[in-house]
């Protein structure tokens, strides 16, 4: 399976070499050519359709998950564009790697895969669901079950016995990380919980997100400057946590809480929706605070890029930690959805950060990121010569290419477009009740329905929940923000 450059509307841009992109932010069709020229590029480093390799696989030094996730953010941009150019092989992808199981554990990752490696292709299929992402054949597997089944593997995986809770990064005992609990792993069950919760109206989901926003916050990896901490270890003996991510922070942390936290606003009501108002608002403070440059507020991943500037080269970010800020934009975008109240403010700062993104993207053919850690040296640029996009977006092009540059300038880029209507993002995303028809299965994953997490850990819809929907419903369903009409439950 190949896709086709024509139908990118690229032709015109191949025909120009050694030419930077070119955006105007105020024109939607300038905005989307880039965009379009971007994903070109970020494709170009992708082998999985090639014969005899593995759909959805990037090519070393990529990690699976990192594919997972550059599929995520193309089911974005067909939904925010409205270009299909990527549909197909962006389902293949997907499909494949949920394996024959149904849980994306395929058995060339299962033994190594963490909570974290699966919950971002799980986040992929969550946005398939949510973006009415074309459903799969009905023999393949669906992108709500998909979910539903790691969600439920996830849940039965809650440790109390250490830490006092939460999901250890590891799944396996033989695993690096077996006696650490990181917030990428707990955020991304959070942040699922919160979204099945939406989209299916049981509030089982949301349940499990308050437990794990709870517990975060009772070890201190949420700080009460709502700074979100990398992890903690636990001594596997006494099972007593020691909170030591010292300065390590990273966008991805915050974001995927803040557009859990958002989510959680926008499926609850009165005192309890205040609360989660306050932590959408305390983690916006957060990111504003490190995550944005003082002046011109675009984004940053601060431990790279600002954090520790005066102990040698300020790049510390290995192939991993480059592509974190791309994932912050997604769910700052995602946010100013599903809360229209922080719209005005994140919208001035993707606005920023996209227009400092696209003039990084000026680089050659063949450029690449140096090696920082083990990982191995990134392949070269294959995209249009000219369009390599780089890692800092304070200056013009840095030379460190790569897949997760360039998704993390689509992501710049794109998410000015929105909440403009061009494809199908301007209504946000739908559930179960308002145009989802994505399949689901609550009980998938598990095969022992008494266990923690299976079908039995989720009480049915109630009366009450169809109630409690309606009612926010009739609060938030529309809201009026620049002019724009957002469907927010």
Known sequence: MRWNVAACGLMGLLAQSATAITMDIDNDQSVKDAAATIAYGMMRYYTGNNTGDTPGNLPDPYYWWEAGAMFGALVDYWWITGDTSYVEVATQAIVHQASDTRDFMPANQSR????DDVGFWTITAMMAAEDGFPDPPPDQPQWLALVQAVFNQMASRWDDLNCGGGLRWAINDFQTGKDYKNSISN????????????????SSYGEWASRTWDWERSINLITDEYDVKDGAHFDVTTHVCRNDSGPHVWS???GVFLQGAAFMYNTTTGAEQETWKTRVDGLLGAVETKYLTNDTKIIKEWYCESGFEDRGHPYQCNIDQQTFKGYLLRWLSSTSQVAPFTYDRINSWIRSTAIAAAASCTGP???AAPQVDSGGIQPGFKGIDGTACGFKWTQSFDGWAGVGAQMNALSAVMYTLTHKGLGKAGKGPVTTAQGGTSKGDPGAGVTDPSSR???????PITAAD??????VTAI??????????FLTI
């Open 112 to 115: 190594t895969s963490s909570n």
């Open 187 to 202: 955020g991304l069950f959070f942040n699922l919980g919160a979204r099945l919760s939406r989209f299916t109206g049981n």
């Open 252 to 254: 991805y942390n915050i």
């Open 365 to 367: 053919v063949g450029a």
């Open 453 to 459: 997490g299976g079908l039995a850990a989720l009480k």
């Open 466 to 471: 169809r109630v409690g929907a309606g009612i």
């Open 476 to 485: 938030l369903a529309i809201s009026i923000v620049g002019g724009s009409v």
